[in-house]
């Protein structure tokens, strides 16, 4: 897939390699790098997935990674069913009805 | 073109610090170990009335306090007769962004805006950055927030991703980075690159902004109830909410009103590994921040914090992760109010302390923040068992192991707090000053009493015990 000029994109960027983690970080940390993603407008004229490209920020920065996603959606939602939480508001809600149920 | 350098950034911390905050901290350092807190406070930040006519400027404050009316009777249910305290709740999820951090942010970009900043940088994963973009947004600056969101497969909290479409939103900048605490040194580079003005969470101003809570709580109670309320319950983190509705609360006079913290117990969870990032149930509210910071505040991103908890705090009371979401689900179904996991902390050990109190004593759950994807109960737990925690009903008490199983109660009767003793609190701030090879000694005993809340010969004590 191909991002034009003026799309919205995420890219990707190594921040830190794994060597040059902070002493203080614990070893699992210590062993990946520091990645960064940012959005924003595509500035260059076409570029496809893992080429290194520019960006303009809302903010109105330039920023250079590799082009991640193009026209990122947010993918965190309501979650699953949970079954042992939808009991507990029933058991509630059968208590606010004057049930018997509480306890 | 300086260096890029993890070293160099760090070096040059002061002067960056300097340039994006305009606060001259030195001014107000003591000789020993201590600065002059209330110093600071007063010459750097804003009275009340300024307080208030900056926040009514964009919409922020004036919440409602609203009483529990069902909750109370639950409790007085499973409680011995006579007992079951009402409990009140704030609704600071009624503020512009849907949270209390709009108090804070409101005055930290007012601030921005009289300096002549043209932007504001915050680093912050949680409700502060869409409370920085809000305000930056209805005064006309720009906005960058910078998150730590991702764990090393990419994968971000719900949670986090939440709060970053917010920020969007609102029209600013988000970079999101991966775990680790060096998102301290993106943050400087940012603020050198851009000359933009920190809007800490931690800066006297921010603080200042929260004291109109504490304010409000004050003069609602004394409409709704007739009285000031015996206790307020502050989830605790960073200690900026605490701190702030405590010293608002001393400014309207509601001086025996006691203030109570509270955090999720996530004990066990390392807060900079890659590994835990991502069975944490919460992104704050919980001990990994609470504890941390309580002892040492100064930790923060500014050189001296303003957030002080261990001189406010009157107790602080943890609770479990599958308590909180009960009491998230309890909060829909018993009041109609669906409203975000951090306030809940406080609630779920509200609805525990409600239980030994007398029927006529208040408590005031001094806030909540908004819900919807990724915040939702609903969001977390499947979130949760994905990363491999187990999710059960059961008694927190005995099941619930933070990362590993989240336990949500089978009765009401299981939501209790466990108390973590101030005087552990104390004994490890001594340590981490003593760890960092600032020994407090004779000379120190008046700010030292002052920040620990003990008076100085009680500190005096102490701090001999430690140091033995
Ligand atoms: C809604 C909400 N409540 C409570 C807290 C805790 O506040 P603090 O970090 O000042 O202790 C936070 C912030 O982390 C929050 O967003």
Partial sequence: ?103 | MSDMSYESVMSRKAQIMRASIGIEYDKYELEGIGFDYEGLMSDTAYPMEEITAIQRETGVGNTPLVELKNITRLVREISEPGKGARIFLKDEAANPSGSFKDRRASVSVARAKELGYRGVIAATSGNYGAAVASQAMKRGLKCIVIQECYDRTGTGQPEILEKARACEAYGAEVAQLSVGPELFYYFLLLLEETGYFNASLYTPFAIAGIESLGFEIAQQSRRVIGKDPNFVLATHAGGGNLTGTARGLIKAGAEKTSVIGASVDLSGLHMASDRDFNRKSFTTGHTGFGIPFAVFPDRSDVPRNAARPLRYMDRYLLVKQGEVFYVTEMLARLEGLQRGPAGNTSLTAAIALARELPEDSTIVVQETEYTGAGKAPSAQLTFARKNGVKVVRGDPLTHDVPGKVIAIPENPSQIKYTELGLDRLRESYIRELIKRQIVPSEKDLDYLAREIKLTRDEAARLLKEVSR
């Fill in chain 1, 1 to 103: 897939m191909m991002a034009r000029r003026g799309q919205w994109v995420q890219i990707h960027s190594i921040l830190l390699k794994a060597g040059e983690r902070a002493p203080s970080v614990p070893s699992d940390t210590a062993d990946v790098p520091l990645e960064l993603r940012v959005r924003g407008f595509l500035q260059d004229g076409s570029a496809s997935i893992g080429q290194v490209v520019r960006i303009l920020t809302a903010a109105g920065r330039l920023v250079e990674g590799a082009l991640e996603i193009i026209e990122p959606r947010h993918v965190h939602d309501f979650g699953d069913y949970v079954p042992e939480l939808s009991q507990a508001g029933d058991e509630l809600t059968i208590w606010l009805a004057g049930g018997d149920e509480n306890e």
